[in-house]
């Protein structure tokens, strides 16, 4: 079914290994026509039990509108001072304090204070992109 819009599977490499098997269960679909000239990897991220896929198309262009808001947050030298005060005051007693010894709940309990400090050190800037045409 998905051949009769030209999308193929890219994906000829094993996805998920473990000490006695290695299968091809995650995939991914493209237009081959389209982008002939893909390139796909494997990378072992050691975070799950599934290697990651990464494409690459190069030469691949997005319409941009001009009328698009980018958010983004403001890291400059004041802010990183900012950020590394605010760390330095945290007490981290979510963290070290927790006699839970289940190290996913102390991770996650580090996470949140590190990305509560974050978000608070570094703000959220607003930047309306505006499309520039020329004319003769």
């Known amino acids: ?5 030209n999308l193929y599977s890219i994906i000829e490499f094993p996805t998920r290994t473990n000490n006695t098997t290695s299968t091809a ?8 026509f ?27 262009s997005i319409p941009n509108n001009g009328n698009e808001l980018y958010t983004y947050k403001e890291i400059n030298e004041c802010s990183l001072n900012e950020f590394q ?10 963290v070290f304090n927790n006699n839970d010894k ?3 709940i102390i991770f996650n309990n580090f996470l949140d204070t590190f990305l509560k400090t974050f ?5 959220i800037k607003k930047h309306n992109q505006n499309k520039v045409i020329k004319i003769g």
């Open 119 to 123: 978000n608070v050190s570094f703000h």
């Open 34 to 60: 389209k982008h002939e000239n893909y390139k796909i990897y494997s990378l072992i991220n050691g975070l799950s039990y599934h290697d990651a896929q990464i494409l690459r198309l190069p030469n691949t």
């Open 1 to 5: 079914m998905l051949n009769n819009y």
């Open 85 to 94: 005060i605010n760390l330095s005051n945290e007490t981290w007693n979510n």
């Open 102 to 104: 289940d190290t996913n």
């Open 25 to 32: 269960i995650d995939n991914v679909f493209i237009n081959k």
